[in-house]
Structure formats: C-alpha cells, structure tokens
C-alpha cells in the first residue's frame, strides 16, 4: 500500500516517509503492540483516511532542507510509489536514500543507496513459520545488494524459544561471509498480546552479543519494555521530529 504520513528531523536533516501494510504477517511484529485484538490495526495505527499522491510528496519533500530520506512502514517496499520517490530524491533533491527498516524481499533496488534489513530467522521451517515467506529469497537479495554496494545493516528479534541464540549466531556468521564491517543489531522480542514467547532476560541478551561478536566488528542491541518501545520518540533524538502530513490525524 501507499505512503501516508511524512516526518522530518531538522536537527539531522531527514525526512522520512511512511507506508501502510507489509507483505510479511509475523506474529510476533512489535508493530502488534500498537493494535487492536487479532493484531488489526488499531488505535495507535488506524488506516489512514487517504493516501498520498507522488506530486503531493514531491512537493512536501521540496519544502525543506534535506540530506536524507528515508522510507519505513509497514514495509516500504511493497508501495508502487517508491522508485519514483527513489528516482526524485536523487536526481532532484540530490541526497541519500535509505529504507529505514525493511524486511529485504525487494532490495537492492534503482537509486537506493542502503537499507536496513531484519533478518527474520536461520531455520528455514521456523523463517517460514514465522514469515509466510522463503527465507533464501531474502537472504539471497541480502548479498545481492551488499554486492551491488549497497550500504547495508542488518538486525534480527531475538525470540526464546522461536529464534534462539542458536539462530542469531548463525545469521551473524553468514552475514560475516559477505562481510564483518556490517552493523548488526540484536533486539530483544517485546512481548505481543496473544503470543507464548518472553522477553530474553538481560544475560540473555549480553551472551547473545558476545557470541554474535566474535564474527562481525560492530554488533549492538537494545532491550526495550513494551512501554519503552511505545514512547521511543522520548528516548533517541533521531526519533524527534516535525509531523508535515499525516492522513491518519
């Protein structure tokens, strides 16, 4: 589905860009933690009223001073608008662009210069599982994009009892293949209403970065409540910023 909302950071100089819908249906997506019951959006994320048209966000877009856009969701990808707002922000607005988190089932991609990518799971009957998808189609366009230079990094949920220590280490292995200068970032799963799976415990999450560390250079985590993760706006101030459309108010 389409964009409907577009934020910018003036301290950063971005502007991000964000769509409805996703073409993976994971359980446990913390995007469930702002929805109704069956993980429908709810409250926090109703279905936007309208969608925006690409003049109407160009011309958003040329209103500020920028060094960035970026796309997130949902899953950006699947919105028919991005090559062209791609295609825009380059050869237009002359800046970066990157997909703020995706889900990598259409990277790389014409005039995106790098991307985000969650790595589900190692396991191809839990990846499936948990994804509805293949799981070699996305890790395949993972090394696709890292070799057609792409800037990329990589996270994956770290989910007791569904993507194991076990897991996370050999993604992290795999991803060292290609190469171990690419960031990765451990989260630990915040518990969705309706799903058997706890939150890693604090020792849990220090093992899992020490393991995952010995193959990649750079590797994090962070390890949020579910209160912490609604109000992440109040913790980083990447996420402070200036709403200039949003068809959901």
């Known amino acids: 589905m389409p964009f409907y909302r577009i934020t910018y950071n ?3 100089r971005f502007s991000t860009l964000h769509n409805y819908g996703c073409s993976f249906n994971c359980p446990v997506c913390s995007y469930k933690l702002h929805s109704g019951a069956g993980g429908k959006p709810g409250r926090h994320h109703p279905k936007p009223s309208r969608f925006l048209s690409e003049e109407e966000m160009k011309g958003i877009l040329l209103s500020v001073q920028l060094a960035r856009v970026n796309f997130m969701g949902g899953e950006p990808s699947i919105a028919v608008e991005l090559p062209e707002l791609l295609a825009f922000s380059k ?22 210069d790098g991307a985000n990518v969650g790595l589900k799971a190692w396991d191809e009957k839990v ?7 293949n799981k070699w189609k996305i890790f395949d366009n993972f090394a696709r994009a890292h070799a ?6 990589a996270n994956v949920v ?17 991803i060292s293949r290609l ?8 989260m630990g799963y915040i518990p969705v209403p309706g799903q058997k799976y706890t939150r890693p415990t604090q020792e849990q ?3 899992a970065v020490k393991i995952c560390s010995r193959h990649l250079k750079t590797v994090n985590s962070s390890h949020l409540s579910p209160d912490e993760a609604k109000n992440i706006y109040s913790r980083d101030d990447r996420f402070k910023v200036r709403i200039l459309i949003d068809t959901c108010e």
């Open 148 to 153: 057609s230079g792409m800037e990329l990094k």
């Open 127 to 133: 990846h499936m599982r948990y994804t509805g998808k």
């Open 179 to 186: 190469s171990k200068d690419i960031p990765f970032h451990i």
């Open 205 to 207: 999450m220090e093992t």
């Open 10 to 12: 003036e301290k950063f």
């Open 91 to 112: 050869k237009c607005l002359s800046v970066k662009t990157f997909l703020g988190h995706t889900n990598g089932s259409n990277i790389p991609m014409a005039n995106l």
């Open 158 to 174: 770290y989910v007791p009892g569904l993507v194991d220590v076990d897991q996370v280490e050999a993604i992290a292995e795999w």
